[in-house]
T-cell receptor, first 119, second 112 residues
Framework: AQKITQTQPGMFVQEKEAVTLDCTYDTSDQSYGLFWYKQPSSGEMIFLIY??????QNATEGRYSLNFQKARKSANLVISASQLGDSAMYFC????????????????FGQGTILTVHP | EPEVTQTPSHQVTQMGQEVILRCVPI?????FYWYRQILGQKVEFLVS????????KSEIFDDQFSVERPDGSNFTLKIRSTKLEDSAMYFCAVDLDSYEQYFGPGTRLTVT
C-alpha cells in the first residue's frame, strides 16, 4: 500500500485565488511528521511546511497552511493568494517514528501534484 | 547560504562506467541522506548515513551502490557499473536543527 497518496496529478488555479493540494497518508506509527516540498522546473527541492502528529494546531508558514485531519489521515496543503511563481510540482512526504522537534529519518514521498497558476 | 552543495551538477556517463557523486555539507550535520528522482517521478529514498555508517537503506540501494565520507567532510555516492535506468536526479539531504530535511541542488546523472 502507498504510504503517501496524492490523487491530483495536476491542478489549475487563477492568480490570487486559493488552492488546496490533497495528501493522504498511511502509517501505524503514533509519532510521525508530514512535510510539503515545492519543486520548480529548475529541479531543486524547497521545504515549505511541516506538521507533527502531536501538533494540535494546523501549521502555517506565510501563504502556506497545512490542513491536518488526523482521523482521516489527511494533510492537505493550502496555498492562499496564488502567485505565478507558485507554478511547480508539489510533493507531500512523511517521516515515521518522529513527531517533531529535533528529528531525523528518511522521508517517504507521494507522486506529486503539478500546480499551474494562470494570470 | 545552502546547507549542502553537490557536484557535479550534471554528469553524463556511458553504461557500465563508475560514477561518484559528491555532497559537501557547509556545517556539521549528523545525518546524511541520498535520494533519487527519475524524471517525472517521485523522489525515492536510497540510503541514510549516520556516524560514518549506513543506518538504513532501501531496496534500490543494491550492491552497485556505496556511500562513504572519505575525508570526514565530503559525502559520496558511488555507482559501480551504471545502467541506463540509473539515469535520474540524485539529491543529498541533511537534517537541520529543526524538523526540516534540507535538500541539496541535486546532480543530474545521464547514462547513455
Amino acid at each position: 500500500a502507498q504510504k503517501i497518496t496524492q490523487t491530483q496529478p495536476g491542478m489549475f488555479v487563477q492568480e490570487k485565488e486559493a488552492v488546496t493540494l490533497d495528501c493522504t497518508y498511511d502509517t501505524s506509527d503514533q509519532s510521525y511528521g508530514l512535510f510539503w516540498y515545492k519543486q520548480p522546473s529548475s529541479g531543486e527541492m524547497i521545504f515549505l511546511i511541516y506538521q507533527g502528529s502531536y501538533d494540535e494546531q494546523n501549521a502555517t508558514e506565510g501563504r502556506y497552511s497545512l490542513n491536518f485531519q488526523k482521523a482521516r489521515k489527511s494533510a492537505n496543503l493550502v496555498i492562499s493568494a496564488s502567485q505565478l511563481g507558485d507554478s511547480a510540482m508539489y510533493f507531500c512526504a512523511m517521516r515515521e517514528g518522529y513527531a517533531g522537534g529535533t528529528s531525523y529519518g528518511k522521508l517517504t514521498f507521494g507522486q506529486g501534484t503539478i500546480l499551474t497558476v494562470h494570470p | 547560504e545552502p546547507e549542502v552543495t553537490q557536484t557535479p551538477s550534471h554528469q553524463v556517463t556511458q553504461m557500465g562506467q563508475e560514477v561518484i557523486l559528491r555532497c559537501v555539507p557547509i556545517s556539521n550535520h549528523l545525518y546524511f541522506y541520498w535520494y533519487r528522482q527519475i524524471l517525472g517521478q517521485k523522489v525515492e529514498f536510497l540510503v541514510s548515513f549516520y556516524n560514518n555508517e549506513i543506518s538504513e537503506k532501501s531496496e534500490i540501494f543494491d550492491d552497485q551502490f556505496s556511500v562513504e565520507r572519505p575525508d570526514g567532510s565530503n559525502f559520496t555516492l558511488k555507482i559501480r557499473s551504471t545502467k541506463l535506468e540509473d539515469s535520474a536526479m540524485y539529491f543529498c539531504a541533511v537534517d537541520l536543527d529543526s524538523y526540516e530535511q534540507y535538500f541539496g541542488p541535486g546532480t543530474r546523472l545521464t547514462v547513455t
